[in-house]
């Protein structure tokens, strides 16, 4: 009786999908949908802004290889394919994407498959949410959030997974194997990341050498600073400057349709 007045509510709303609203009122929480060949349905007002779109209209049809480069966008459609081949949710997978201003920075995204009618597997739902300050609510992300807090506190220093895990009375081993679980990546490559999403941000906000920026965030050297950032982002250090440096984040309308980064 009671899914029988659910379901009779549901087909008074007809086909317009109206909770999307609901996504207009949570600033930091954005929401997609895309089909089997990873093109967008529908997104939140919030992605919509990020992708530089006026309205929903102009990105419906598109795929991620419209708005990010190939390297980023072939993991954001490697996960839509899990997805879709196990019809299992994947979820916590930290991410980069793009921040309001148009630069990129680490986000959380949950991904859940979309079955139609018959049960065919149809598409991928999912939501995007700001990594900085996000509460840990899910149980295994909580049992890493004081050690997310803590990279996060010293990761400009030469901080070692050995320090890590000896601050929370654990083998680097336990550590590797709870970062991987609730992140998907182990301590060392979350680290790395932390430091090139600082780097990011103090290549387009000061004029400090390349190989200070390195010292500053605990790289052995210049080249293995500029090593890792292009593996990260896809570029050099000193092209992601030249191209983003002093509030240049409206040259983001270039990031992606067509570019593709060395």
Not at 132 to 156: F, K, N, T, W
Not at 184 to 197: E, K
Not at 201 to 222: N, R, W, Y
Request: hydrophobic share 40%.
């Amino acid at each position: 009786m009671v899914l029988a007045e659910k379901r009779r509510f549901f087909q008074k709303m007809g086909c317009t999908q109206q909770f999307e609203r609901l996504f207009e009122f949570l600033p930091n929480i954005h929401f997609f949908v895309k089909d089997r060949r990873s093109r967008m349905i529908a997104a939140s007002p919030g992605i919509v802004r990020r992708f530089r779109a006026k309205e929903e209209a102009e990105i419906i049809g598109k795929s991620d290889y419209d708005f990010f480069p190939a390297h980023l966008a072939d993991r954001f459609v490697a996960d839509d394919r899990k997805v879709l081949a196990s019809g299992k949710p994947l979820t916590n997978r930290v991410e980069i994407w793009f921040t309001d201003e148009g630069l990129l920075d680490w986000f959380v995204t949950n991904k859940l498959p979309i079955f139609g009618p018959g049960g065919a597997l149809i598409g991928v739902m999912g939501t995007v949410t700001n990594f900085d300050g996000q509460p840990l609510m899910d149980l295994p992300l909580a049992q890493v959030s004081a050690m997310v807090d803590y990279i996060g506190e010293h990761h400009r220093e030469n901080l070692t997974v050995e320090q890590v895990a000896k601050h929370f009375s654990i083998s680097t081993r336990q550590l590797h194997r709870r970062f991987v679980k609730t992140l998907g990546m182990n301590v060392q490559q979350f680290m790395v990341r932390m430091r090139i999403q600082s780097a990011c941000k103090l290549l387009t906000e000061s004029d400090l050498p390349l190989a200070v920026i390195a010292d500053k965030l605990g790289f052995c050297d210049q080249s293995a600073f500029t090593r890792q950032f292009r593996e990260t982002m896809g570029m050099t250090p000193r092209r992601f400057k030249n191209r983003y440096h002093t509030g240049c984040s409206a040259k983001v309308a270039d990031f992606g349709k067509g570019s593709r980064f060395p």
